[in-house]
């Protein structure tokens, strides 16, 4: 068995219903939900989008949103200003483009405004099934915690590693594992290494077995 099957046996255990933590309802609210998370917690987008989605339930609606209000909505979250301006246009696009559905291409999603290549991957897998590796903050420090990536190694390199090792088919639920467990175990600061059944194969220089209150 590889070190990356290990792993997943291990998550698998603490995390059997890990998911995505954004509300939404539909792809629409998951594909703006996930723009607006960047440099953001999912909990802060939470706290926003309520109000958000029940002036703007549809691309129609948002497309056609005053920028301002737009901006009273969702002042909470960082770097609102820029956000509110790119979902607007997202918005827009959707409906010129794409007949006010979400695509399923990854090159579709990448053009619209405020949409990488995290952003996309979240949705490919999450509102449409097609296997997909999305590199966020947390999963990019446990894939260089547990050995998988290199601590200098770009999100698009980490991705690529991960895609290598990790099953084909369990990437969608690994990605969401990985989330879980980067955000409730292994914190960027104070890692719970005290309580890790990983800590035998952990690379982390400053990893700390005593339990700190």
Request: with cysteine.
């Amino acid at each position: 068995m590889t070190k990356a099957e290990d792993i997943l046996l291990v998550l698998d255990h603490m995390f059997p219903d890990a998911h995505v933590e954004l509300n939404h309802r539909n792809h629409f609210e998951l594909l703006i939900a996930v723009v607006l998370s960047a440099q953001t917690t999912d909990v802060g987008v939470n706290k926003a989008t309520p109000q958000l989605f029940e002036k703007y339930p549809t691309p129609e609606k948002l497309a056609q949103a005053d920028v301002l209000e737009i901006e009273r909505l969702i002042k909470t979250i960082g770097l609102y200003r820029n956000k509110a301006k790119n979902i607007k246009m997202l918005a827009q696009d959707l409906v010129e483009k794409h007949s006010g559905e979400v695509p399923n291409r990854r090159e579709a999603l990448e053009a619209l405004p405020g949409v990488g290549r995290k952003t996309a991957n979240v949705v490919l897998s999450n509102a449409f099934g097609i296997p997909a590796l999305a590199v966020d903050t947390h999963v990019a420090r446990v894939s260089v915690r547990l050995g998988l990536a290199k601590e200098n190694d770009s999100v698009f390199e980490i991705e690529k590693k991960l895609m290598k090792k990790l099953p084909k088919e369990k990437w969608q639920k690994a990605h969401h594992q990985l989330i879980f467990f980067g955000r409730y175990h292994c914190l960027a600061k104070k890692p719970k290494c005290y309580a890790c059944p990983l800590i035998k194969i952990c690379t982390y220089k400053d990893k700390n077995l005593t339990k700190i209150e």
